[in-house]
């Protein structure tokens, strides 16, 4: 090379962040440790044993996912340490939908210039809600990328694999008349965003303004976490009785439902059956959003719904709240198809 040469670093990627990256985050990757872990960060791949895990015969789950414009937030507001969890539930509530247990997880980090100390905050966000949905963080990629993005922002995605054993794969034996319960979220979770970013500019609100449905600024109000449901889900499935499990996420329960329901089935849900969380109140005044829009965007304070045999849904409902959960009964199935709503949010 010439003594006019220029390096990677000139180039605008700097190697030596990304390993200080590395080294900042093994404490909080190796926290997340479980069963069939095989090996720590740093290889080319991660190795995980099944039969360590306890499965003789599984079928493997797979689900990916982000955080949509929720992530744009976040990063104009400097708020990073819950997005790591929203990540990590986008893609775990998900994957014990099909009654998989999530064994591991894997993150994408995109940046233009890597900031170590805002890489290891969402890191460490990703850590933490693997901790909470009893999985590992196994590997990941972090990719500095000049001039693919403006200064200061960066993409996330998510990658996460479970396990369950052959024959027991969710929605199964869902009839007419099961119970649908519904679980509380802790707000817009991680869907609607470029409708509630629209709002809040129709509504001349910055990020820093005081909040109109809650105490704090409206940007931060805006970046509760995503619910992890995993737990409680598992325990559930577990016990018996439940038949499918809606993670309500873009599209609202009105798309998310029908999903798990077989052909000539639908849903009847009373809105009176709970209480429609602040925020999404404040939504629908401050952007004049009817209901049925609503319903089909936002998970308006129901964050994942449990269809459960009839003469099982006393005992569910009680091991739920035991797990820490909000639970409403919200409607049942029925013959037909679609989803069928009676009363009115509020």
Known sequence: MTKNGISYRDAGVDIDAGNALVERIKPAAAATARPGVMDALGGFGALFDLRAAGYDDPVLVAATDGVGTKLRIAIDTGHLDGIGQDLVAMCVNDLVCQGAEPLFFLDYFATGKLSVDEGARVVEGIARGCRQAGCALIGGETAEM????????????????????????LPRGVTDGDVLLGLASDGVHSNGYSLVRKVAERAGLGWDADSPFGAGALGQGLLAPTRLYVKPALAAIRAGGVHALAH???????????????????????LSAWRLPPVFG????????????????????????????????????????????????IGQVTAGEGVRYSGTLA
Request: proline share 3%; with cysteine.
């Open 282 to 329: 404040w939504l629908a005044r401050a952007g004049g959003i009817d209901q049925a829009e609503m319903l089909k965007t936002f998970n308006c304070g129901i964050g994942m719904i449990l269809a459960v045999a009839t003469d099982r849904a006393e005992a569910l409902e009680a091991l739920l709240a035991d797990q820490g959960e909000i639970v409403h009964r």
């Open 146 to 169: 000049p001039g693919m993005y403006h200064d200061g922002d960066f993409d996330l995605a998510g990658f996460a694999v479970g396990a369950m054993q052959r024959g027991t794969a």
């Open 248 to 270: 309500v996420t873009g599209g609202g329960i009105t798309e998310n439902l029908p999903r798990v329901l077989p052909e000539g089935l639908g849903a009847r849900i009373d």
